[in-house]
C-alpha cells in the first residue's frame, strides 16, 4: 500500500466542490489522487453539480463543471491506495446499484474513509456502517439508521470520525471534514 495514493471515487453529477475541493487539497498536500468513475477512462470527464443552501427545504442544483478523471476504474488495486474519499450530489445514488462500487468500498472498511452528504449512500449501500456514527446529509438519515449506523446530527459545517470513518453533512464541512481525514491518514500537516 502506498502512503500517497487516494482513490476519489467519482460520478457524473457529483457535487462539484465535493469532488474539486478534496481533489485539489490532497493534491496540494502530495498526494496522488486517482479520480475513477465506473464505465469511464482517465481522460474522460464527469458532470458536476453545485449544490447551494439558499433558504428552501432543501439545497437548490446548478450545472456545475467537467471534472477530468485521473484513473481507469476497471484498473483500481485497492492495496495501492491509503483511503478512499467518497463526494455526494447525486452520483452515489445510482453508484450504489454498480456491485463492483459497491464491491470497491467494502474492501475499504477498516482504511481510511471520508465520505460527506450523499456518499453515505455508498457506506449504507455497502453495510459498512453498523455501529458507527456517520454524518451525512439530513435526507440520507434514514438509509444510515436503516444500515445499521448512528445518525449524527452535526451542523452542516462539522464533521465527524469514528475510527477509520470520518464523515460530513456537505461542503461546508470541508476544513474539519479534510483535517479530521488527514489525521486518520497519519499525516501531519504544519501550518
Aim: glycine share 8%.
Amino acid at each position: 500500500m502506498s502512503a500517497k495514493k487516494i482513490l476519489l471515487l467519482a460520478g457524473d453529477y457529483v457535487e462539484d466542490y465535493e469532488i474539486m475541493v478534496p481533489y485539489q487539497a490532497l493534491s496540494m498536500l502530495g498526494f496522488t489522487v486517482d479520480a475513477v468513475c465506473p464505465g469511464k477512462k482517465a481522460g474522460e470527464h464527469v458532470l458536476t453539480a453545485i449544490h447551494d443552501f439558499e433558504g428552501a427545504q432543501t439545497y437548490s442544483e446548478k450545472p456545475g463543471h467537467r471534472f477530468a478523471l485521473t484513473a481507469d476504474f476497471d484498473g483500481v488495486d485497492v492495496a495501492d491506495y491509503a483511503g478512499l474519499v467518497i463526494p455526494g450530489g447525486r452520483a452515489p445514488e445510482y453508484l450504489r446499484l454498480d456491485q463492483r462500487v459497491i464491491d470497491l468500498v467494502r474492501a475499504f472498511a477498516g482504511r481510511p474513509v471520508a465520505a460527506v452528504c450523499h456518499g453515505a449512500q455508498l457506506l449504507a449501500a455497502a453495510r459498512v456502517i453498523e455501529g458507527r456514527t456517520v454524518s451525512a446529509y439530513p435526507a440520507c438519515r434514514p438509509e444510515v439508521e436503516l444500515a445499521g449506523g448512528v445518525y449524527a446530527d452535526i451542523a452542516v459545517d462539522d464533521a465527524v470520525t469514528d475510527g477509520w470513518l470520518v464523515t460530513a453533512p456537505a461542503w461546508p464541512a470541508h476544513p474539519r471534514w479534510l483535517a479530521q481525514f488527514i489525521a486518520v491518514l497519519g499525516v501531519q500537516v504544519a501550518i
